[in-house]
């Protein structure tokens, strides 16, 4: 069990630095003021329109890195920063989002899986570690490891669901980010040196996403042994 620690531990680590490699990514992309002069709103209209798209709403919501896609109301919420600034991480964050648009217009698969999931995932996320944990201690302290291994093995249900949605991300978000960096040089939006700054940005934020899921994985499997392995 040890290994696992160490294992949980290193990507927890990892996690925390690629989080702050983003960050300061950001704020060294926001210092690059396009040329083009146009906002990320500016930006996520005109890639909405060029792709024929003229019921999705752009909105500017609170906080930073907040910026998201929501296809219950079709809106691209851009975070107040992005919404109004003029640089290059700001067209990389709202083109990037409009990709998520072209997603829903055009059906998506894995967007389309990655929704059908969420009000599941949003629920299991919640309890699954609680049924895990409780149903281990239940099973100890009561002597019926039947009933614990039962409420234990639901949670660790409910958490192979999460690990299966943050896995299905992947691919969302990859390909958002595809498309944004594809339109973004095939409609000449920005300059090599802005392409290259939205790039890298994108690059980083992908990242995120992967050792979220690669953590997630971790602590699966991590369960998965104590529970099961403790019917051996």
Known sequence: MIGFYI?????????WLVSQRLKNKFKHYSKVHLQNGLSGKEIAEKMLHDNGIYDVKIISTPGKLTDHYNPANKTVNLSEVVYNQRSASAAA???HEVGHAIQHAKAYQWLTMRSQLVPVVSVSSKFSQWLVIGGIILGAASGNAGIGFIIALVGLGMMALAT?????TLPV???ASNRALAW?????ML???EQDGAKDALKWAARTYLVAALGSLAML???GF???GSRD
């Open 7 to 15: 294992i949980i531990g290193a990507i927890s680590l990892i996690s």
């Open 93 to 95: 964050v709202a083109s």
């Open 164 to 168: 299966l949605f943050s896995f299905i």
């Open 173 to 175: 978000e990859y390909d």
């Open 184 to 188: 973004l040089k095939t409609s000449n």
């Open 191 to 193: 300059t090599n040196e």
């Open 221 to 223: 499997l991590y369960w």
């Open 226 to 228: 104590r529970i099961l």
